[in-house]
T-cell receptor, first 113, second 113 residues
Framework: AQSVTQLGSHVSVSEGALVLLRCNYS??????LFWYVQYPNQGLQLLLK??????LVKGINGFEAEFKKSETSFHLTKPSAHMSDAAEYFC???????????FGQGTRLTINP | SAVISQKPSRDICQRGTSLTIQCQVD?????MFWYRQQPGQSLTLIAT?????????ESGFVIDKFPISRPNLTFSTLTVSNMSPEDSSIYLC??????????FGPGTRLTVL
């Protein structure tokens, strides 16, 4: 079975500061990993994904994440936070042929002016 | 990615009634899914909607409570039957095209009084 743990249900950073949202996964097979963002009163939008190949993946809105197999991690980062980044962020895992996505509990990101 | 719409976007219903939620995609997709997001929670997969056959339900979800139809490759419905306040949630459909990435609709916000 696969699982995802997001450390920190709430993260607060100042505008312009580094954003780091943590995601650790458990999987007995090579994982496919995703970050989604949910703005208030909206559905989920795909930020970025890792399936195979380069372990550092870049997504929309300046976000990136690095797949580290040895640490079973897929942390999301952004060098400089913007007020518009305030949202709920979800990490999810699946694997090739599985279809089913397993989500973490989510991290609410707050940006302080 | 596909453009996904859901109807209704929100609704307030009385307990004991049923609500049917529609999910429409602007192109044919191989996989369609239905998720529930309870207040302040992450997403939980309800079922995979199979075209021309019965949906595949996850543990804890049954067809009598959440009947699902998928008459073609661009449309699916989820019915929430005999509703109670515990059914108040956001219901989201997602689609996947032959591969690993799921794209989500905007969600339907349901409140049951």
């Amino acid at each position: 079975a696969q699982s995802v743990t997001q450390l920190g249900s709430h993260v607060s950073v100042s505008e312009g500061a580094l954003v780091l949202l943590r995601c650790n996964y458990s999987s007995s097979v090579p994982p496919y990993l995703f970050w989604y963002v949910q703005y208030p009163n909206q559905g989920l939008q795909l930020l970025l994904k890792y399936t195979t190949g380069a372990t550092l993946v870049k997504g929309i809105n300046g976000f990136e994440a690095e797949f580290k197999k040895s640490e079973t991690s897929f942390h999301l980062t952004k060098p400089s936070a913007h007020m518009s980044d305030a949202a709920e962020y979800f990490c999810a895992v699946t694997h090739q042929g599985a279809q089913k996505l397993v989500f973490g509990q989510g991290t609410r990101l707050t940006i302080n002016p | 990615s596909a453009v996904i719409s859901q109807k209704p976007s929100r609704d307030i219903c009385q307990r004991g009634t049923s609500l049917t939620i529609q999910c429409q995609v602007d192109s044919q997709v191989t996989m369609m899914f239905w998720y529930r997001q309870q207040p302040g929670q992450s997403l939980t997969l309800i079922a995979t909607a199979n075209q021309g056959s019965e949906a595949t339900y996850e543990s804890g979800f049954v067809i009598d409570k959440f009947p699902i139809s998928r008459p073609n490759l661009t449309f699916s419905t989820l019915t929430v039957s005999n509703m109670s306040p515990e059914d108040s949630s956001i219901y989201l459909c997602s689609v996947s095209q032959l591969g690993d990435t799921q794209y989500f609709g905007p969600g339907t916000r349901l409140t049951v009084l």
